[in-house]
Every structure is written in structure tokens, then in C-alpha cells.
């Protein structure tokens, strides 16, 4: 007569995914939650921005808003100068930063 001995369960199965767990909250907190509260801040300034704010593009270009369409901006980069950027361009707000009416929250 042959008996099959059955394996019993080692451990908690929660026990045993509970770094993973850990892992995957930490991540959230530290990395997914500040970059969407970041990118939540840049879309309301983009927003906010209106004709003859100052700006600096992503590549660095400064000028002056001269007129504001639905998804682009065509901006004053001196000298009569004017080109069109999309409003995912513009990086910064040159008037408040040379204020130094930036506030890290």
C-alpha cells in the first residue's frame, strides 16, 4: 500500500508577496505620485499664461507672448522676431523666476 504525502503549505501566502507590496508602495510615493503632481502644476501654469508673459522654452529660448491660440503660442524672441511653439514648449515662466516669485511647496 503506497501513501502520497502531500506538502504542506510553507508560510503565509501573504507573508510572502508582502516585500513585493512594500516595494510597489514605496514606488508610488516616491516616484508616481510627485511626477503627477508636477505635471498636474506645469499643465495649470501653461494655462494661466497669457499675452506679453515672458517665457523660456524647453531649448531655451526667451521671449515675450504675443498671441495665445487653442495649442501653440507665438512668441516675441526679439528684433521683430516671432515663432510659433506648442505650449508643451514652454518650460518656464521668465517673469516670475527673474522676481524670484517661485515658490517650492
Known sequence: MT??????PSGGGLMSFLPMILIIVVFYFFMIRPQMKKQKDHKKYIE????NSK?????G???RIVEVSE???LVDVGSNVK????KSA?????SKAANGDTVKK
Open 3 to 8: 501513501t502520497l504525502l502531500q506538502a504542506a
Open 71 to 73: 495649442t501653440t503660442f
Open 48 to 51: 494661466e499664461l497669457d499675452v
Open 61 to 63: 529660448i526667451h521671449g
Open 55 to 59: 517665457i523660456v522654452t524647453t531649448a
Open 83 to 86: 515663432m510659433r511653439f506648442d
Open 90 to 94: 514652454v518650460a518656464l515662466d521668465a
